[in-house]
């Protein structure tokens, strides 16, 4: 059985690319309403105003005061890689030219700050990043009581997930990461990697049979890699140097963005659109992906993720990801006419015969 890749078209959702700075507004007395249990925050002006806002919150009167350190506000901290790169990460963007003190950084959690600065500490990628800027999971605050701020810097976020990126995002991603590869060594290793989730207990999405698709690329000389086993550094390095990543479409490949400039990127994907965050982010850094679905993918629930699915013949499509990665420059050409063959196959009478011998040539 061959496998037949068949390019991802379509995107889901918008891939606005915006050259504009976000808004940042300065608040006095700003008030913090800290997170509960249910979801519920809120931050408000100094005359009971919303600016955001999660759930339900019940506001009440001010019970504590903040010091006058700089602070600056980033939402909700994120825990997931991706969803943080996507959500938290993305109001970091004043830092690039931050001037004086470094600031607190003001998010929202639930729980006491001393276990939150200690469940923080084991995530791979917060400490990194956080360094990059001369700051530290410890300058990560939250308030258990409502609030008084003197000053706070509200910055709108540089992207919001399946909609659009501030080129600012861009130049927020390049300084992080240009630090953790070196220039002479980008592309220098062609053999390619494979990124798998198949040790993750949970997540977003899972192959269900991908251990048998590592076996068979491993045995075509595919180097398999779990991403989270490595520090940040590490996999922004891998990306860097490696001249093909191939995988599954997940958090791991936003690293990309981090990376040198122009990576090469072959993915499967569990539905033929593929979530506007991955175009959204290839197209800040030049990374040339090429998405693709498996005919005959099926999908159903998966505990500890929000769902699993399964490709037909993994062997199979291990040896066609592998071709393709092969002839990468050329895939465009061929990806168009074997998308021009399927239409024409199913909308032209008599041409199955004639599409069933060109499949043959493909």
Request: charged share 20%; proline share 8%.
């Amino acid at each position: 059985m061959r496998a037949k890749l068949q390019r991802c078209r379509t995107v889901w959702g918008r891939t606005e690319q915006r050259d504009s700075l976000p808004g940042l507004r300065t608040v006095t007395n700003a008030v913090y309403q800290p997170a509960t249990p249910d979801g519920s925050w809120a931050l408000c002006d100094a005359d009971g105003t919303i600016i955001e806002f999660g759930a339900n919150p019940m506001l009440t009167d001010v019970v504590d005061e903040a010091d006058d350190r700089p602070m600056l506000f980033i939402g909700p901290l994120i825990t997931h890689y991706g969803h943080f790169l996507l959500g938290t990460f993305a109001r970091l963007w004043p830092l690039l030219s931050w001037m004086g003190p470094k600031p607190r950084l003001v998010c929202y959690a639930e729980g006491p700050l001393d276990a939150l600065h200690a469940e923080w500490a084991t995530l791979p990628f917060l400490a990194d990043i956080l360094a990059r800027f001369d700051l530290t999971v410890e300058d990560l605050v939250t308030f258990q009581n409502v609030t008084r701020i003197p000053k706070l810097l509200v910055p709108e976020p540089s992207v919001k997930e399946q909609d659009f990126t501030h080129a600012i995002y861009g130049s927020l991603t390049h300084y992080t990461g240009e630090a953790f590869y070196e220039p002479a060594a980008v592309d220098r290793e062609t053999r390619p990697i494979y990124l798998s989730k198949a040790r993750l207990g949970s997540g977003i999405s899972r192959l269900r049979n991908e251990d048998a698709l590592c076996e068979a690329l491993a045995r075509q000389g595919v180097d398999i890699v779990f991403p989270e086993t490595l520090r940040f550094p590490e996999l922004v390095r891998l990306f860097s140097e490696r001249t093909m990543v191939l995988g599954t479409a997940g958090s791991a490949f936003h690293t990309a963005v981090f990376a040198a400039p122009n990576r090469r990127i072959l993915a499967l994907n569990w539905t033929p659109p593929v979530h506007a965050n991955f175009p959204l982010l290839d197209a800040l850094n030049g990374t040339q992906a090429r998405y693709y679905f498996v005919p005959g993918s099926t999908i159903g629930e998966e505990p500890g993720f929000h769902f699993g699915w399964s490709i037909p013949d993994p062997q199979a499509v291990a040896t066609e990801m592998l071709e393709r990665a092969g002839a990468f420059d050329s895939l465009d050409a061929r990806d168009a006419a074997e998308d021009a063959a399927r239409w024409r196959a199913k909308w032209i009478p008599g041409w199955k015969p004639v599409q069933r011998w060109l499949d043959c040539r493909l």
